[in-house]
């Protein structure tokens, strides 16, 4: 596996005077399958290559509650050989494909909401503070087309998500000399999942016998 990232990030405080970031990130990835039969043997046969490219844009908002939002554009290549072949030999079967990913998530800071700062001091200049974050997301996994590499009439899905969950943070920060620092804390997290994937109703004639039909269900959350 060979892979590389690149990001850039930029606060737009100054500009637009609200406190609002945006960044943008690359990822590059390839992976090969070897037989491990042939490797134990000393050869290396090629099963498959597996690449892509990764574009992600993101947002962050902070309007007493922090709203983050984002995609990410998927270039996926993958080759399959249906014989062994060697690393540098041998013809296969690929296909090509565009997925989208986005989301949004709504954090609420409720020491900032409701302006709940008490805090204990420890030292001179050492005091600590409790902190209480609740957040809440939402996303949509692998939206595209079906894949297939030979034949489009036995195309297969990708595996098309919806994600729902929620977060609650405790903690306790601490100030020493004026800055904050991390101390102790404690994160719950509950998510559900929805597969947006299902088997068509095909009803065949007597006697004949057809390959599952999938299709795509709608989003919803649920």
């Given at each position: 596996i060979?892979?590389?990232?690149?990001?850039?990030?930029?606060?737009?405080?100054?500009?637009?005077?609200?406190?609002?970031?945006?960044?943008?990130?690359?990822?590059?990835?390839?992976?090969?399958?070897?037989?491990?039969?042939?490797?134990?043997?000393?050869?290396?046969?090629?099963?498959?290559?597996d690449k892509y490219t990764a574009v992600s844009i993101g947002t962050s908002l902070d309007i007493g509650i922090m709203i983050n939002g984002g995609f990410s554009l998927k270039f996926?290549?993958?080759?399959?050989?249906?014989?062994?072949?060697?690393?540098?030999?041998?013809?296969?079967?690929?296909?090509d494909a565009t997925v989208l990913d986005y989301g949004i998530a709504i954090k609420f800071p409720f020491n900032k909401l409701f302006n709940f700062y008490p805090s204990i001091d420890l030292l001179q200049n050492l005091s600590i503070q409790p902190i209480i974050d609740f957040a809440v997301g939402y996303s949509i996994l692998n939206v595209g087309d079906e894949v297939y590499y030979i034949d489009k009439k036995q195309s297969d899905p990708l595996p098309r998500l919806e994600r729902l969950g929620y977060s609650i943070s405790i903690g306790f920060e601490s100030q020493f000399y004026g800055k904050n620092i991390n101390l102790l804390g404690f994160d719950y997290t509950v998510d559900a999942e929805n597969s947006l994937v299902r088997i068509a109703n095909i009803f065949p004639p007597p006697n004949v016998r057809l390959l599952p039909q999938y299709e795509y269900e709608s989003i919803s959350v649920s």
């Open positions: 060979t892979g590389g990232a690149l990001n850039f990030s930029y606060n737009l405080q100054e500009k637009l005077g609200i406190q609002m970031g945006i960044g943008v990130g690359v990822v590059t990835g390839k992976m090969k399958s070897i037989d491990k039969e042939d490797k134990a043997l000393g050869l290396e046969s090629l099963l498959g290559e996926l290549n993958s080759v399959i050989y249906p014989y062994r072949n060697g690393l540098e030999s041998g013809d296969g079967f690929d296909y």
